[in-house]
């Protein structure tokens, strides 16, 4: 079984930092791609950020150029550094992983139980 632990959300103020962190643990043999998708109220989840195995990364327009995605292959571990952050950022931050799981013939995507960021003064 693979296991995601997400940890770094919180409350800020507008204009503030936080630091997201997912760790795959447990049955994962390999990843491809990690990242985070987000959920605000009576909203649909959308792509945050993700990175993959090369290093490669993708951001979504309303966040480019405030937040950093990072990863660490030897931990398993991704990192997403969000700064200049805004109202409108808050929501719950769901991390999820792209992989092979031990003894399985194909990848599959495997999730955090998702962790809240409010940005309000």
């Known amino acids: 079984q693979v296991q995601l632990v997400e940890s770094g959300g919180g409350l800020v103020q507008p204009g503030g930092s936080l630091r997201l962190s997912c760790s795959a643990s447990g049955s994962i043999f390999s990843i491809d791609v990690m990242g985070w998708y987000r959920q605000a109220p009576g909203k649909e989840r959308e792509l945050v950020a993700r990175?993959?195995?090369?290093?490669?990364?993708t951001y979504a327009g309303p966040v480019k150029g405030r937040f950093t995605i990072s990863r660490d292959s030897a931990k398993n571990t991704a990192y997403m550094q969000m700064n200049r952050l805004k109202p409108e950022d808050t929501a719950i931050y769901y991390c999820f992983v792209f992989g092979f799981e031990i003894g399985s013939g194909r990848p599959d995507n495997y999730w955090g139980q998702g962790t809240q960021v409010t940005v309000s003064s």
């Open positions: 990175i993959n195995s090369g290093g490669s990364t």
